[in-house]
């Protein structure tokens, strides 16, 4: 049972913020999409979360 409650503070403790605007919800992503979404989703330093989203568009939009 500790583990579970363990896991469960931990899942309280992450914040989850909001996509920007020009993101969309995220229908068709493939894995790769998804994850650097979710990991930015959860990121709470603003410049590495800024990071994660210009590739996650960078990504979406198939530019190299």
Same mark, same amino acid.
């Not at 363990?6 to 993101?23: F, G, H, M």
């Not at 999409?33 to 939009?61: C, F, G, H, V």
């Given at each position: +049972?500790? #583990?579970?409650?363990?896991?469960? $503070?931990?899942? =309280?403790?992450? /914040?989850?913020?909001?996509?920007? #605007? $020009?993101? !969309?919800? !995220?229908? !068709?992503?493939?894995?790769?999409? +998804?994850?650097? +979404?979710?990991?930015?989703?959860? #990121?709470?330093?603003?410049?590495? +979360?800024? /990071?994660?989203?210009? #590739?996650?568009?960078?990504? =979406?939009? !198939? /530019?190299?």
């Amino acid at each position: +049972r500790k #583990e579970s409650s363990a896991a469960s $503070d931990v899942y =309280k403790r992450q /914040k989850v913020t909001v996509a920007p #605007e $020009d993101i !969309g919800d !995220g229908q !068709g992503d493939n894995i790769v999409l +998804r994850q650097i +979404r979710d990991a930015a989703m959860q #990121e709470s330093d603003p410049t590495l +979360r800024e /990071k994660l989203w210009d #590739e996650y568009r960078r990504i =979406k939009n !198939g /530019k190299r």
